[in-house]
């Protein structure tokens, strides 16, 4: 029953909007300038049809009416029905009616001119009802109800006036100058309001939706509260008229409708904070053309010609830059510029960062990859002690090259990141200590051009990246150093409590490392794939030759996605968890098996052991070292694997058919890091470790975990 009547609302609704529409177009406007106390009144001599009153009185309101009627059967139909919705489609209605009355109420019909009071007056009130009923069924509360139940009094009366006026047929400038000032009421509360709900809000799960309302609020009753309203109640004379002021109401219908049909919302602070930022910028030139155009027309300064250039441009400028800058976003990949070859450039030399065990091998990689992007002529890394003098390069670097050197950029104290551009070429740091300076110098582009900003900024962040990796190099190997100190002298071992914290440390960073793939690089690799297939789908007029190129790289970035997450399961095999020890070795098996040319045979018939989350994690990183380390290095064709557990104890066995390894005690850290973890895994949990190989004889490994001593430590 409640649906069917508010078909019929909106019926009569529709019904009284095409009138007020009609008498539009049926009544006379020819309100000539006035003089009030020598200034001039912004209404403009027109009459109905004029381009001007029927484009921003007649069309304007008309669609705007239209498309607040669909948007509030939209709502209706879509939306749960509760007392907000209900406020919020009167609240939408009221305003349509109030804009589309306008045309007739400018032109002084009594009918009309009552219908936009009533509408405008009525909306601030309606709206603050809505956002109290609203907040109240998801039991948010920031304001009292007596406000808007005393707007409501106030409404009363104001619509009491409304409806004497209509009856007497005649304007009272009193009744005006209240209704100025109780409609100014009310759109201050309304302002006080959200600003106080956004305050209050700010830390809520409702505070994104909030702002999108705070925002729709501002665009749309701002420009008419502060250029019409309030120089019109003061001076008597509005900055824009009035046709410009409820021109800005279109927004906020089209803000509920995006609130309503979307599951996701842009990031609406960023919104704010761009066209805060444009219309900073553009606040100066719109004062320097206001100035001149002002000049120009009159040479004589008024007020109000000015005020109206200034406002006009400021929001055109804003959108202007708004604009350009979408554009120069979307326009910015390889196909426009070269910025996509610096992006690919730094993704892959941050992929090879993770490879470089070395200072040298890593300024070795960076100057390789800067001298192919740029296409430099000669490239040379080189350390200089500040404190002495002395250069320290891996390359032989020419004499009188190192004095130049020496003179143009050591002679004052340089930043990680700085560029320096000298007659000879052009170095930048990336990395600096209290006495040294580690530099990356080049003789210039083989063009002979100078560096661009594009450039500059690549190889800044070339300069940063590199230096973090530099740093996290000496801060390992001070920290070897430091661990060195604590093993035992006796077996030449770090303590079980050192190696169970270490590798606790190295499972929580690998975990905190696939979650920020996962939620950044992924979610990248995600939404550039799908652009790429919106491309390569939508965009038929491109020529052949590029959709085919477009296709060789969306299957490879498909390729890159799989590895990636693929990635992310080895750094944090969640399933564990889920699927249990046995199952989760099974799936890594068939991983490996999909790689490589070896077979594996599996048996864990004798495994009956409950193991805490922690044995079964090691247990399952032991055997994906093993399984990594065959496909690196055993050149096997079968490989047996044995896992067997009862109350006391678990024993892993691996075996394989391969190439073997020169059987010793101690291994070189850096030649076999994968058999030292698992040793250091192994005592971590006060287990045994025991390996028969040889050369060309194959590989085999047991592995012993004690429960009830592990329990007993515990």
């Known amino acids: 029953m409640c649906k069917r009547w508010m078909y019929y609302i909106l019926g009569l609704v529709l019904i009284l909007g095409v009138t007020l529409m009609v008498s539009s177009l049926s009544g006379g406007f020819s309100t000539l300038p006035e003089e009030r106390t020598g200034a001039r009144v912004i209404f403009y001599s027109a ?122 047929r005649e304007s009272f400038f009193w009744i005006d100058q209240v209704q100025y000032f109780v409609l100014l009421t009310f759109y201050i509360f309304i302002f006080i309001v959200v600003c106080r709900g956004a305050f209050r809000l700010r830390t809520s799960s409702y505070r994104s939706f909030f702002k999108y309302i705070s925002f729709g609020v501002a665009l749309s009753f701002a420009p008419y509260l502060i250029f019409y309203l309030i120089p019109k109640l003061f001076t008597g004379i509005p900055i824009i008229g009035i046709e410009i002021a409820v021109f800005f109401l279109i927004a906020l219908p089209i803000t509920f409708l995006y609130l309503l049909s979307k599951q996701k919302l842009i990031d609406i602070n960023f919104i704010i904070r761009r066209l805060r930022h444009h219309a900073f910028l553009s606040l100066l030139p719109s004062l320097l053309i206001a100035i001149m155009a002002n000049l120009i027309i009159d040479w004589t300064f008024s007020l109000e010609p000015f005020l109206q250039l200034l406002f006009a441009g400021v929001v055109v400028l804003t959108l202007i830059m708004t604009f350009a800058e979408v554009m120069d ?292 990183r032991i055997v994906q070292e093993l399984l990594a380390n065959a496909v690196k290095h055993s050149e096997a064709k079968h490989v047996h694997l044995y896992l067997a557990g009862n109350e006391e104890d678990v024993t892993l066995r691996y075996e394989d058919d391969g190439v073997g390894m020169e059987n010793k005690y101690e291994w070189d850290a850096f030649t076999h890091i994968g058999l030292s973890g698992i040793e250091h895994r192994v005592n971590g949990l006060g287990g045994s470790l025991h390996i028969d190989t040889a050369e060309y004889r194959g590989f085999k490994m047991e592995v012993g975990f004690p429960l009830k001593e592990k329990e007993c430590n515990e």
Not at 56 to 64: A, K
Not at 372 to 392: E, Q, V
Not at 579 to 588: A, N, R, T, V
Request: glycine residues 4%; charged residues 20%.
């Open 47 to 168: 009459v109905p049809s004029s381009f001007y009153y029927v484009f921003f009185f007649v069309i304007i309101p008309s669609l705007y009416f239209v498309t607040t009627v669909m948007i509030s059967a939209f709502i209706h139909r879509r939306i749960t029905d509760t007392f907000s919705i209900r406020l919020l489609i009167a609240f939408l209605l009221t305003l349509a009616l109030g804009y589309v009355s306008a045309g007739g109420a400018v032109q002084g019909l009594a009918f009309s001119t009552m219908v936009n009071s009533s509408a405008f007056i009525s909306a601030p009130v309606i709206f603050i009802h809505f956002l109290y009923k609203y907040f109240a069924e998801i039991k948010v509360y920031f304001f009292t109800k007596r406000i808007y139940q005393t707007g409501y009094v106030v409404l009363s009366v104001s619509l009491m006036m409304d409806v004497y006026r209509f009856v007497n």
């Open 329 to 620: 976003f979307r326009m910015q990949s390889g196909l426009f510029s070269d910025r996509g070859n610096f992006q690919e450039s730094l993704h892959k030399l941050m992929k090879n960062f993770k490879d470089q065990y070395s200072v040298g091998d890593l300024m070795n990689e960076v100057c390789h990859e800067i001298t192919k992007t740029l296409k430099l002529t000669y490239t040379n890394a080189y350390s200089y002690h500040t404190k002495d003098g002395m250069f320290c390069v891996n390359e032989p670097i020419p004499e009188n090259l190192l004095r130049h050197l020496k003179n143009s950029m050591h002679n004052r104290k340089l930043a990680v990141g700085e560029i320096v551009e000298t007659r000879r070429g052009f170095g930048f740091v990336i990395a600096e200590s209290l006495n040294k300076v580690t530099v990356i110098y080049s003789t210039g582009k083989q063009d002979f051009t100078s560096l661009n900003r594009e450039e500059r900024e690549y190889l800044q962040i070339i300069s940063m990246n590199a230096n973090i990796a530099i740093e996290n190099m000496s801060h390992i190997e001070e920290l070897m150093k430091q661990l060195q100190k604590v093993k035992s002298k006796n077996t030449d071992q770090y303590p079980a409590w050192l190696s169970r914290l270490l590798f606790q440390i190295a499972e929580d960073q690998r975990e905190q490392l696939s979650i920020d793939i996962h939620d950044t690089v992924l979610q990248e690799l995600l939404y550039l794939y799908r652009r790429m297939d919106e491309l390569h789908t939508n965009r038929e007029e491109l020529p052949l030759t590029l959709r085919t190129e477009l296709s060789v790289y969306k299957e490879q970035l498909l390729d890159s996605i799989h590895l990636t997450r693929e990635t992310c399961s080895e750094l944090r095999p969640t399933f564990l968890k889920e699927i249990g020890l046995i199952q989760s070795l099974d799936s890594l098996i068939q991983q490996y098996q999909l790689r490589s040319n070896f077979t594996v045979y599996f048996c864990a018939e004798d495994f009956h052991s409950e193991l805490d989350q922690e044995m079964i994690l090691t247990t399952y």
